[in-house]
């Protein structure tokens, strides 16, 4: 079992940035995948950025060059640095981890503000 617990969100005016931050507990591995999604009202589920143990990460079209992801494999925490962010980032971002199985947190609400 892998417990993913999300925290960073909050209401920011459009060009801010914020910091999210996931911390996995249970059986989770260095070398498991992690990343983050968003889902907005209305919308589907979509890929915001995933790296690897090995760092590569992969990005979403909408937030490429905006939004860093990282992780620290010591501390089994996976981070999402957003800059520039704007009204349409808007959504509850999931903390996801693929251990065997996927396991998602329970989201944390970003608001940007126009």
């Known amino acids: 079992q892998v417990q993913l617990v999300e925290s960073g969100g909050g209401l920011v005016q459009a060009g801010g940035s914020l910091r999210l931050s996931c911390v996995a507990s249970?059986?989770?591995?260095?070398?498991?995948?992690m990343g983050w999604y968003r889902q907005a009202p209305g919308k589907q589920r979509e890929l915001v950025a995933r790296?690897?143990?090995?760092?590569?990460?992969i990005y979403g079209d909408s937030v490429k060059g905006r939004f860093t992801i990282s992780r620290d494999n010591a501390k089994n925490t996976v981070y999402l640095q957003m800059n520039s962010l704007k009204p349409e980032d808007t959504a509850v971002y999931y903390c996801?981890?693929?251990?065997?199985?996927?396991?998602w947190g329970q989201g944390t609400q970003v608001t940007v503000s126009s």
């Open positions: 249970g059986s989770i591995f260095s070398n498991d995948r």
């Open positions: 790296v690897s143990s090995g760092g590569i990460a």
């Open positions: 996801n981890a693929i251990s065997g199985l996927v396991y």
